[in-house]
């Protein structure tokens, strides 16, 4: 798979884990724990969730500005995501990773205990155990009142410098996160289009083989 693909995957689940999960109780800051709060309790009362949104990565010293576009359909524990020309479904226990311009899918199941594991699941920990929690600044960004929430990462060992969680004053819903490491990658992922309790196919979240007739399967398990 493809960095900037995995790169864009962790992003993405990061930003389901907002949606589904909710951040740390035990915020250091009162006051992001409070609009965290918020957002968490906003977004549960959904039973399911479609985003369009536009994924950006640039380093200035690298002279990296690269742009694409992606869509993730979510509910609880199950997602469908389509970006950089992949799709991933995991519907629960298994991953499958499809790749059309390979004609080739793989197929995962989740180890619990694998720390690098993406699943709304396992980033829940990571949000638990490994940040601190402030309020950051407030932007006015297309006629939207944005407030930043800094998450700094308090293992020194970690590559990333901090992530900035960005909600939606008005409607408390999460608009963008930026995540910039130490060496000065810069990766945001931006909501385009947030749609809730869309009628979704009964078959959303299910891998079906028989679409993929020419396809390679590589099975990990």
């Known amino acids: ?30 006051k992001a724990k409070v609009l965290l709060d918020k957002v968490t309790a906003k977004v ?12 950006s990565l640039n380093n200035a010293k690298e002279n990296i500005n690269q742009d694409s576009k992606g869509t993730v359909v979510m ?23 499809i790749v059309p311009e390979d004609e080739e899918i793989t ?10 594991a993406i ?12 940040y601190k929690f402030t309020m950051d600044i407030t932007q006015n960004v297309a006629g939207k009142k944005i407030q930043y929430i800094k998450l700094t990462p308090t293992n020194v060992k970690d590559q990333r410098k901090e992530i900035l969680v960005g909600i939606d004053s008005k ?37 079906v083989a028989s679409k993929y007739p020419n396809y390679y399967i590589n099975k990990l398990d």
């Open 171 to 207: 409607t408390n819903n999460i608009y963008n996160v930026i995540e910039i490491a130490k060496k000065g990658t810069k990766t945001t992922l931006t909501v385009n289009s947030f749609k809730t309790n869309q009628a979704l196919p009964k078959n959303q979240f299910t891998f």
């Open 75 to 97: 509910k609880g524990n199950q997602y469908v995501l389509n970006f950089m020309g992949i799709t991933k479904i995991f519907d629960g226990k298994k991953n499958y990773t």
């Open 1 to 30: 798979m493809r960095l900037q693909h995995k790169i864009g995957v962790r992003l993405v689940m990061g930003l389901l884990v907002a949606f589904f999960i909710g951040f740390s109780t035990q915020a250091q800051d009162k």
């Open 44 to 55: 549960k009362s959904y039973d399911n969730i479609t985003i369009d949104f536009k994924y």
């Open 107 to 116: 197929i995962s199941k989740v180890d619990e205990k694998d720390d690098s």
């Open 119 to 130: 699943t709304p699941s396992k980033m829940l920990t990571f949000f638990n155990t490994g």
